[in-house]
């Protein structure tokens, strides 16, 4: 069985972010391929509807399709947003969102939300207790309701991450490594 994940970065990051560095390593330690990708926007705003970052999750998926029986979409941030829009039209194998910016203060994302509570697939979201730009409660809220929705908050993290990142990086891949069986 081959196993493989898409991975999405953070808003302005590329294929080198460090954190899709680190999911490279941790799931190649389970037998899963990463590829991670550069969103064609990266360094500018958004394309309309997301239509190019979409696009771009659709290539690398259909490509490690070609390859790998089951295939996961996992992203960063603003790539976890775009991995849950796309999961929630075409869902994958599995699902995992690290940081996810759902309800920034004084901005509410109802799309965001609607798209993560249709997801279809095993989804995991890995987010840290001090996350503005995630509130737990949010997400809690939403994972309540789904039975295929795993929340794992990790205590005292914000959106960033910081010295919490190796955890959450462990976590997806050990989720992953469960997940695509």
């Avoid at 970065?9 to 390593?25: C, D, F, M, V």
């Avoid at 940081?99 to 203060?105: D, F, K, L």
Wanted: proline share 7%.
């Amino acid at each position: 069985m081959t196993r493989a994940a898409v991975l999405a970065p953070g808003y302005g990051g590329s294929a080198t972010q460090p954190i899709l560095r680190s999911l490279t390593k941790a799931l190649a330690a389970y037998n899963i391929d990463a590829l991670p990708i550069t969103f064609r926007t990266s360094g500018r705003r958004p394309s309309r509807d997301y239509a190019d970052e979409l696009a771009d999750l659709r290539t690398a998926r259909d490509e490690l399709r070609r390859s790998h029986h089951l295939v996961a979409l996992v992203g960063r941030s603003f790539g976890g947003r775009m991995c849950a829009f796309l999961a929630e039209q075409e869902p994958p194998d599995a699902l995992a969102i690290v940081g996810h910016p759902i309800a920034p203060p004084g901005r509410p994302r109802p799309r965001d939300e609607s798209a993560l509570a249709a997801t279809r697939c095993r989804t995991l979201v890995v987010q840290g207790s001090e996350d503005e730009l995630g509130p737990v409660a949010v997400l809690e809220r939403i994972a309540g309701q789904s039975p295929l929705i795993d929340l794992i908050v990790i205590a005292g993290a914000g959106h960033e991450l910081g010295s919490h990142e190796r955890e959450a990086v462990e976590h997806v891949a050990r989720w992953l490594d469960a997940a695509l069986r």
